[in-house]
């Protein structure tokens, strides 16, 4: 094993869940007087937190959307409760990891301990469970990376990053880290890999069947 650490994406990578926010997105912004498609959302927005979605819309709207937030999280969490679900293998693959991972995600602290305490996967992650809230920028800057590394005690250069969309993937080459793209969510159109791989994931894969492969190959690369 060439690593010391897999640090696991949330959205769209352990839990197949941008559809479902892409929806409480869509009926928000409607909310709020702004009407933007899915496939616009999904090109501008995937892997960069509530926040920074927030100011970006603001900017881009000149106004400000007080209550944003909130609203999102009463849309989002019964769309959550009633449709969420694991990505499939995700069970396995934690199960086999020669070792430790965690967890470093956009998403805030609760809506992850929601999310993923749905599908059964919060237990197995916690404490090891690291927000961009806890972080002065979120992805694409390495600062959560790096945060997430410094707290498992791993170097930077001993972490592999999984991540399912190009704000990630810079954050994890920012922070000297290695990425595989993870292009097997309900949300990632045909060519999603190769943008991955354009965008410098080291390799792209369309399942999690796929992970403990790449790592060995990856491990091969290494070791060459």
Known sequence: MP?????FDCDGVLIDSEMLSVEADIACLA?????LPADEILERYTGISLAGMIADLETR????????????RQLLRPLFEAGLRAIPGVPAVLGSLAC???VAS????ERLRHALSLVGLYDRFHPNVFSASMVARGKPAPD???HAAGRMGAAPARCVVVEDSLAGIAAAQAAGMTAIGFAGGGHCLPGHAARL????????ISGMTELLPALGCLGRQCNA
């Open 31 to 35: 909310e709020f007087g702004i009407v």
């Open 106 to 109: 956009s998403s805030s602290p």
């Open 197 to 204: 791989r354009a965008g410098g994931a080291a390799l792209a």
């Open 144 to 146: 959560l990376f790096l």
């Open 61 to 72: 709207h000149g106004r400000t959307l007080a209550g944003f937030a909130e609203r999102h």
């Open 3 to 7: 690593f010391d650490l897999v640090i």
């Open 100 to 102: 430790p991972s965690c």
